[in-house]
């Protein structure tokens, strides 16, 4: 990915967590720090109107609509960050942090505060390695 794209897109997630109400702005940029430092391959955009992580490195080619490439999307509508894992449901999770059992595939972690973000960062990261060793 160029670098130019690259700087342009975080630019655009930091503009958008500079809009939040500043407790939940906090929990946000944690968790972005944590999804970007699990592993130098990752991606950052504003897709569906939240932050988005992604994976930027090759992979054969597949239908877009299977989301191979997307790791995970900020739900943050509800006044905390739900992390929503489009393919979580092909992640072999050991360490419980991902919940539900959607039809579509998903999975999710939610985290209420920036204490529960710092007990569960090494988990989410643990997710986020699986899921690319998965993928790739």
């Known amino acids: ?3 130019a794209k690259k700087v342009a897109q975080a630019k655009t ?3 958008f ?4 109400e500043p407790g939940l702005a906090a929990m946000v940029a944690s968790l972005r720090s944590l999804v970007l430092s699990a592993e130098s391959q990752v991606g950052e955009q ?24 997307d790791i995970v999307v900020m ?7 739900l992390l929503v894992f489009p393919t979580g449901a092909t992640i072999i999770d050991t360490t419980g942090l991902l919940e539900g059992k959607y039809t579509d595939g998903r999975r999710i972690a939610s ?3 920036l204490e529960e973000i710092d007990s569960k960062g090494a988990d989410l990261q643990q997710v986020i390695r699986t899921w690319l060793k998965q993928v790739v």
């Open 17 to 20: 967590i500079e809009q939040l």
């Open 75 to 81: 739900n943050i509508h509800r006044g905390y960050p």
């Open 46 to 69: 504003v897709k569906w109107n939240s932050p988005a992580f992604y994976y930027t490195g090759e992979m054969q080619p597949f239908d877009p609509k299977e989301y191979k490439r």
């Open 1 to 3: 990915m160029a670098k």
């Open 111 to 113: 985290f209420k505060s």
């Open 13 to 15: 997630v930091t503009e």
